[in-house]
């Protein structure tokens, strides 16, 4: 079944740990998005990719990284990661005729 | 700046009826709209997408309508069933390329 694949689903991490949260799709969308999603403040986008190569950043990318070596991958790194960073996670694609966004199952990632 | 609110934040209806909710938008100029529902602890599904061009969309007992001169959206749910409870959100986009802004949902729980 086509879609989008996170992982890990769930991960307890200590504070100044390296993290990458993986996302893969094989609907082969140009864009992809790094949203989370915190309980009062919805879903806040970190940072997208509108095709591979080329990366952007969103409303909240600070203490985070992407890279899109190509279309099918869009991999989330936290390099130090801090308690704040505790969310759920989601990647998204966008479907190029329609514009309509596809989201993954979410990573939940707790900061200890 | 885009701003999406819904309203209201919460729901709770008798199985069997009809109910709107709300989404409201600051910009007119949208590419699309979007909403989704999303269930606890999972991913965003998506519902419907309308087009700028259009006037509304539907599938099976759910109708979105969309009024970009006022700002607003809505999604009808008809005959309403306990399956329906889940968080719905919507969502605007700018442009073809633009990034999606969401509104922060609206929890609806439909009693048997």
């Known amino acids: 079944i086509a879609g989008i694949t996170q992982a890990p689903t769930s991960q307890i991490l200590a504070a100044g740990r390296r993290m990458t949260l993986r996302c893969t799709q094989d609907m082969r969308h140009n864009a992809m998005y790094w949203y989370r999603q915190d309980l009062g403040l919805g879903l806040r986008l970190i940072h997208y990719?509108?095709?591979?190569?080329?990366?952007g950043k969103g409303e909240v990318p600070d203490g985070y990284s992407v890279s899109r070596a190509n279309t099918d991958d869009f991999p989330l790194t936290l390099a130090s990661a801090v308690p704040s960073q505790t969310s759920v996670y989601f990647c998204?694609?966008?479907?190029?005729?329609?514009?309509?966004?596809?989201f993954g199952e979410g990573s939940r990632l707790t900061v200890l | 700046k885009q701003e999406v609110t819904q309203i209201p934040a919460a729901l709770s209806v008798p199985e069997g009826e009809n109910l709107v909710l709300n989404c409201s938008f600051t910009?007119?100029?949208?590419?699309?709209l979007q909403w989704f529902r999303q269930d606890p602890g999972k991913g965003l599904t998506s519902l419907l997408l309308?087009?700028?061009?259009?006037r509304e969309q539907t599938s099976g007992r759910l109708n979105a309508s969309l009024d970009k001169s006022s700002g607003r959206s809505t999604l009808y749910i008809a005959a309403s069933q306990p399956g329906d409870s889940a968080t719905y959100l919507c969502a605007v986009r700018r442009g073809s390329q633009g990034n999606l802004i969401f509104g922060k949902g609206t929890k609806l729980s439909v009693k048997p």
């Open positions: 910009d007119s100029a949208i590419y699309n």
């Open positions: 990719s509108n095709t591979a190569g080329t990366t």
């Open positions: 998204a694609s966008r479907a190029g005729a329609t514009g309509e966004l596809f």
């Open positions: 309308i087009q700028s061009s259009q």
